[in-house]
Nanobody
Framework: QVQLVESGGGLVQPGGSLRLSCVAS????????MAWYRQSPGTQRELVAYIAPGGSTWYADFVKGRFTISEDNAKNTVALHLSNLKPEDTAVYYC????????WGQGTQVTVSS
């Protein structure tokens, strides 16, 4: 059974930092890339970053140099460290595989505002 539980979001001022965490249940962890996506109101969900089983990473241009993705295979968790946050980073953040599974967790809200 697939389960994805995101946490760590909150309200932060521009320039601030957050660390998001996702606990994943399922036999896919460690076998496929794990990714973070985000969705703002009125927009489509977009890919933010992913990490492959070998550890290589990819970042969208709009977060490159500011966000860092990591995973802990022993704990089936994938994290996203967000730094130098901008108001346009405000969104609900979701973890999933890449390509994504049909199932989505509830996400975690990140709001960047002064």
């Amino acid at each position: 059974q697939v389960q994805l539980v995101e946490s760590g979001g909150g309200l932060v001022q521009p320039g601030g930092s957050l660390r998001l965490s996702c606990v994943a249940s399922g036999d896919f962890f460690g076998r496929v890339p794990m990714a973070w996506y985000r969705q703002s109101p009125g927009t489509q969900r977009e890919l933010v970053a992913y990490i492959a089983p070998g550890g290589s990473t990819w970042y969208a241009d709009f977060v490159k140099g500011r966000f860092t993705i990591s995973e802990d295979n022993a704990k089936n968790t994938v994290a996203l460290h967000l730094s130098n946050l901008k108001p346009e980073d405000t969104a609900v953040y979701y973890c999933n595989t890449r390509p994504y599974l049909r199932y989505w967790g509830q996400g975690t809200q990140v709001t960047v505002s002064s």
